[in-house]
């Protein structure tokens, strides 16, 4: 659970600094993390796994969705491109 509240976290990196716009690259990766690490707890053969970590509530899908959705309406297209993929 600490493990998706880091990546839930991440999508909240609006951080700038000399570089640019360095929240959107930390977006960009949770979004393939989060995507990558929810895949794993879904399809993983022991299904105690995905009900130790909620994944067999409709909550947990909500949560997941809605952050997608969030960055589906950013201004910077990569950002939204990299939250239709993954959804």
Avoid: P
């Avoid at 509240?5 to 609006?14: G, K, L």
């Avoid at 959705?69 to 939204?80: F, T």
């Amino acid at each position: 659970m600490k493990i998706l509240e880091v990546f839930y976290n991440c999508f909240d990196d609006y951080a700038v600094d000399r570089r640019g716009d360095v929240g959107s690259w930390v977006r960009d990766v949770a979004m393939v993390s989060l995507n990558t690490y929810v895949g794993c707890i879904v399809n993983c053969e022991d299904t105690s796994v995905a009900e130790s970590m909620g994944a067999v509530q409709a909550a947990f899908y909500e949560r997941f969705v809605a952050h997608y959705l969030q960055q589906l309406n950013e201004k910077i297209d990569r950002i939204r491109e990299q939250a239709g993929k993954s959804l």
